[in-house]
T-cell receptor
Framework: AQRVTQPEKLLSVFKGAPVELKCNYS??????LFWYVQYSRQRLQLLLR??SRESIKGFTADLNKGETSFHLKKPFAQEEDSAMYYC???????????FGAGTILRVKS | NAGVTQTPKFQVLKTGQSMTLQCAQD?????MYWYRQDPGMGLRLIYY???????DKGEVPNGYNVSRLNKREFSLRLESAAPSQTSVYFC???????????FGPGTRLTVT
């Protein structure tokens, strides 16, 4: 079964501090992993996907198959990064995107 | 290009009432989805439609029905609403399964 765990409901950091949003997954095959973000009063939107290996808005995420993790990182948090972040998994044989419970990131000035 | 639209934005129902949530997309996407968002539980898939003419159950289908009316529209029906169905409902679409999903603005439903 596919499962995504985001252990932190809320992560609060100061502006300029590093950010790491944790995501662990459970899946026996080759997963495809995503981070989606929902800013206040905006729609849920894709932030990045692991196969793209790109940095979006300064965020990066590396798939670690050994630790079954896909943590989202940014070296210097900005106030505009405050949002709800969801990690999501799509298994190679599954047709469904499974979401974690989400982490609220609050960046304080 | 409106993307994914949902109606209504807000709705209050009494237990036992029925209603249909409407979703439409103008991106010519093949696949469409209905999710519910509850605090501490993230987004859970209710039903999805891989392509026009097909629908399949997701993680939490009980109490809901769907209709893929055409390629653009995918509706979600609550036949007899229950307080446990109080939630925010999101519709999404993607070019195909496994592709990036685009979400609508959501419908906030309260069942009293």
């Amino acid at each position: 079964a596919q499962r995504v765990t985001q252990p932190e409901k809320l992560l609060s950091v100061f502006k300029g501090a590093p950010v790491e949003l944790k995501c662990n997954y459970s899946y026996s095959g080759s997963p495809e992993l995503f981070w989606y973000v929902q800013y206040s009063r905006q729609r849920l939107q894709l932030l990045l996907r692991h196969i793209s290996r790109e940095s979006i808005k300064g965020f990066t995420a590396d798939l670690n198959k050994g630790e079954t993790s896909f943590h989202l990182k940014k070296p210097f948090a900005q106030e505009e990064d405050s949002a709800m972040y969801y990690c999501a998994l799509n298994g190679e044989y599954g047709n469904k995107l499974v979401f974690g419970a989400g982490t609220i990131l609050r960046v304080k000035s | 290009n409106a993307g994914v639209t949902q109606t209504p934005k807000f709705q209050v129902l009494k237990t036992g009432q029925s209603m249909t949530l409407q979703c439409a997309q103008d991106m010519n996407h093949n696949s469409m989805y209905w999710y519910r968002q509850d605090p501490g539980m993230g987004l859970r898939l209710i039903y999805y439609s891989a392509s026009e003419g097909t629908t399949d159950k997701g993680e939490v289908p009980n109490g809901y029905n769907v209709s893929r009316l055409n390629k653009r529209e995918f509706s979600l029906r609550l036949e007899s609403a229950a307080p446990s169905q109080t939630s925010v409902y999101f519709c999404a679409s993607s070019e195909a399964l496994h592709w990036e999903q685009y979400f609508g603005p959501g419908t906030r439903l309260t069942v009293t």
